[in-house]
DNA sequence: TTCACTGCAAAAAGTTTGCACTGAG
DNA sequence: CTCAGTGCAAACTTTTTGCAGTGAA
């Protein structure tokens, strides 16, 4: 956890107790929290912080690049800013990773078509996940 | 335009002034309008028209398929529903189209990793449009 | 000590809903 | 004639902001 602490102190951040709570959380959670869940979950630990704060924070958070915001309504973060891609079930929203090691040739692609410099990508699939496909046969 | 609406009464719809306005522009716009947008334009030729007529508008368009809604904040809606992807410039909002014959054989592939049943995809990639990038420069 | 951060409350931004009236079919 | 669609206003959800007090560095 230490590096994530100093990646926020090299951007000219504080490290308050309020930032670690959330960092821990996000670190540890194997999901994709909406604020309001990050919310409710470090409220827990952490009774008096208030929910700007974690926006406030998770904003932070991703502009030093310790997390990724996914653009879905409401907004969904990660801790996992590695090279993956989502899948989410239009039944039940859960999300699911998936992995593409041909994602940089296709980036490659774009920029050829539009002539646009890329700077991040958000793939998202949609559709229905196992548990939902089965319970719809039924 | 016949086709759209045709394509409206086979659900059941009615066919309205409004909806017909509203249609009308969306296929002939070449961007990817707001509600707002739709709304302010539509507006010019139809000045009773109510902003939730145009949300209601569009969600019934996109329910017939004759409109997508991409999902960025806010939702941004276009005609053209063939199969091509959206490149966003994060300094200005510019979206451009690309196209990617080979995006069927990734579905798959996702299918096959993740055991989801895929219906729809929305591949956005972000970036520096060329007016940007060159402006970035001076 | 200092100023970035917190908590609170209020506002903004985007979208949805309830309802009485209207007009498409 | 009937009921889906409209316009209006109000509600709702998600996110942002202003500000006085607090505590990390």
Chains 1, 2 share one sequence.
């Not at 502009?63 to 309504?73: C, P, Q, S, W």
């Not at 907004?75 to 090279?83: K, L, M, Q, T």
Request: glycine share 6%; with cysteine; proline share 5%.
């Amino acid at each position: 956890m230490d590096e994530e602490f100093r990646a926020l102190r090299r951007h000219g951040y504080r490290l308050t107790p309020q930032r670690e709570t959330i960092m821990k959380f996000m670190k540890t959670t194997p999901g994709h929290p909406t604020a309001e869940e990050v919310f409710s979950y470090v409220k827990q630990s952490f009774p008096s912080i208030s929910f700007s704060t974690v926006y406030n924070t998770l904003r932070t958070l991703k502009k030093v690049g310790l997390i990724r915001e996914l653009a879905y309504n409401p907004s969904r973060f990660e801790s996992n800013v590695g090279d993956h891609y989502h899948v989410v079930c239009l039944n039940c929203n859960h999300i699911a990773n998936f992995i593409w090691p041909s994602m940089k040739e296709l980036q490659e692609e774009v920029e050829k078509q539009t002539n646009f410099r890329i700077a991040a990508q958000d793939v998202g699939f949609f559709g229905l996940c196992p548990g939902c496909r089965s319970k719809e046969k039924e």
